[in-house]
């Protein structure tokens, strides 16, 4: 989905190391929450968005791919409310935006090499993106994004009720949607996340920088309406494609004297994307759906995000 919002909207999916020397730990940012030209912004105006994001997994694979553990099924839900702000001001012939997700609930956190999770939906740490800059042109934009994520969920080492992660995380973002077309109905994008941490609130465990790719390949389909004195609007668009995502471990997780023994953690997905966008109306909804596969010392399973946004501009 084109909206900046659906780039920031949660914090979910961690790991703790309270019995397991080698587990590796998880940040904040989800892969998935972008694919169809995630290198644009949203025109100028103010966005609000309810994303409802859904996670199954019922396995835990190992350093060679292999089944790790068999558990019962467990569904991570998370909804919340984020608030995008794009403008049509300039820093450095960028235009400038924010966004932040000041609500977040999560139910069914994965907080390690377990699936015996918590069920009951909680309030989770809230991110903010305080500068996000897009360079537009005719065939391309190219956009930067800094967010952070504040530890307001509850967390606790060991906690069997964690919410959040008990840490702080920067995320820095640089991507790019170009136009494969003289209409710009053919889109190619993809957007690059790189994730540093602060060390868990009174502890030594700090989690490794994590690197996540996700991008797609699309075609808009532009209805156009006569309106007012014949005036040709668009009234509807809708955007189509194939999406995927790969995050990766680049460092190893620290916990005082002990670090991770395994293989760095790593997962792929591909899988498909629909948005309709009536700009009469302001109204946006979105659905991505994407199943995981390679995944290495983490769980593998499949990914759903229904957003409903709404634009005023």
Not at 23 to 37: C, E, I, N, R, S
Request: hydrophobic share 40%.
């Amino acid at each position: 989905m084109r909206p900046r919002t659906c780039a920031t909207l949660l914090t979910v999916a961690s790991l703790t190391i309270a019995n397991s020397s080698a587990a590796q730990l998880k940040g904040h940012y989800v892969p998935g929450f972008t694919g169809l030209q995630n290198g644009s912004m949203a025109p100028p105006g103010i966005t609000v968005a309810v994303p409802w994001y859904f996670y199954t997994t019922d396995r835990i694979l190992d350093d060679a791919g292999k089944a790790a553990a068999a558990k019962a099924r467990v569904n991570v839900s998370f909804t919340g409310l984020a608030v995008s702000w794009a403008t049509n001001y300039k820093i450095g012939g960028a235009r400038y935006g924010a966004s932040i997700v000041p609500v977040a609930f999560i139910k069914s956190r994965i907080e390690g090499n377990s699936l015996d999770v918590p069920d009951s939906f909680s309030f989770t740490d809230i991110e903010v993106d305080p500068l996000s800059l897009v360079w537009e042109s005719k065939q391309a934009d190219f956009i930067f994004n800094y967010a952070f994520f504040a530890p307001t969920g509850k967390w606790e080492l060991g906690g069997r009720d964690n919410a959040g992660l008990g840490m702080w995380s920067n995320l820095f973002q640089t991507g790019t949607t170009v136009r494969l077309d003289s209409e710009g109905e053919w889109t190619i994008s993809l957007l690059g996340s790189y994730e540093i941490h602060s060390k868990k609130k009174n502890t030594n465990i700090e989690v490794g920088d994590i690197a996540t790719f996700e991008g797609g390949i699309g075609k808009t389909f532009v209805k156009v309406s006569m309106i007012g004195n014949n005036n040709p609007v668009p009234t509807r668009i809708l955007n189509l494609g194939i999406v995927s995502y790969g995050q990766l471990k680049m460092t190893d997780d620290k916990a005082g004297p002990i670090t991770s023994l395994l293989t760095r953690d790593r997962v792929l997905a591909v899988g498909g994307e629909g948005d309709l966008i009536l700009p009469l109306s302001g109204w946006v909804v979105g659905l991505r759906i994407e199943p995981e596969f390679g995944a290495r010392n983490r769980t593998e399973g499949w990914m759903s995000l229904l957003t409903i946004a709404y634009s005023v501009q």
